[in-house]
């Protein structure tokens, strides 16, 4: 894991400080949490967004049936994807 500075106004400093304590755990674990929680957000609204633009491509009538290969490309993505996370 690598390091990150950061400056905060005391004020969010207090805040961090205070919503860690409650957590039960450091201020960095706590930021680093935030962080995370919210990198899943964006990660969840983009996948939203490409399912909505799929749905309207259905609506259209532009789908196709999944063949076998399009099941292995996104088995190999997912795949890919997961090896670089930790749980």
């Given at each position: 894991?690598?390091?990150?500075?950061?400056?905060?106004?005391?004020?969010?400093?207090?805040?961090?400080?205070?919503?860690?304590?409650?957590?039960?755990?450091?201020?960095?674990?706590?930021?680093?949490?935030?962080?995370?929680?919210?990198q899943?957000?964006?990660?969840?609204?983009?996948?939203?967004?490409?399912?909505?633009?799929?749905i309207?491509?259905?609506?259209?009538?532009?789908?196709?049936?999944?063949?076998?290969?399009?099941?292995?490309?996104?088995?190999?993505?997912?795949?890919?994807?997961?090896?670089?996370?930790?749980?």
């Amino acid at each position: 894991m690598s390091a990150l500075q950061i400056a905060l106004p005391k004020q969010l400093k207090s805040f961090v400080d205070d919503r860690a304590a409650e957590a039960g755990c450091s201020s960095s674990a706590f930021v680093t949490q935030v962080l995370q929680d919210y990198q899943k957000a964006e990660e969840l609204k983009q996948l939203k967004e490409m399912l909505m633009v799929g749905i309207r491509q259905l609506q259209r009538g532009e789908g196709r049936p999944m063949t076998k290969a399009d099941w292995n490309r996104l088995h190999a993505r997912i795949a890919k994807r997961g090896k670089g996370r930790k749980k």
